[in-house]
């Protein structure tokens, strides 16, 4: 489908296309959009008013199927190609957004040596990829008694990769102490929900 500036995107990546998804327009583009760091996030689509990482805050795209294009752009070939740093540069993007408090809270985390990461849950707040317990909201904390094991219930779980992992709703988090990681996933003995970060597909 065609959006509101005339550009092809999709909710879900088409069979045989190279796209990219966008956290901000939640929908994946054509991979030609992106044939430089900014023409999609900073100067294209979201140069009409709509809310973008811009400014040069992503450093580099993440192609999720097909091939990347051999002109994105100038760099040192360093990297793991995980899509690590791009949803990280995201945030101050989504931070823009939030309430004082919000952002203070942020900060605070941060300070106290928190790790900010992503949480996906069910459009309604509950864990969607294996968790128990009721809704989560803003400023929701939670704990666990250790000791620490990331895969279970001794975990409080978080990514640096939402991509990667089932739920409507996409939220920042803070984990707080010893933080054990496994490939895209994250886990600590406590988490702080500190906002909603995007909401796309379904649960």
Sequence with gaps: ???SLGETSWKEPPAGLATAFCPQCNRYRPREYFRSPLDHVGDRVHAEGRRGVGGGAVERVVVLRGEAPKDLGDGDGDGDGDGHDYWLATIPSLTSSWPPEQRARLEAARAEGAVIAFWRS???GRPSNGGTGGARSVGHV?????PLRLC???AL???EQPQ??????VWVVALFGEVAREGDKLGALRR?????AWTRGED
């Design 1 to 3: 489908m065609h959006d």
């Design 122 to 124: 069910r459009k309604d």
């Design 142 to 146: 939670e704990t666990v008694p250790g």
């Design 152 to 154: 279970g219930a001794s």
């Design 157 to 159: 779980h978080a990514t």
């Design 164 to 169: 990667k992992w089932e739920g409507r709703k």
């Design 192 to 196: 702080e929900i500190l906002s909603e």
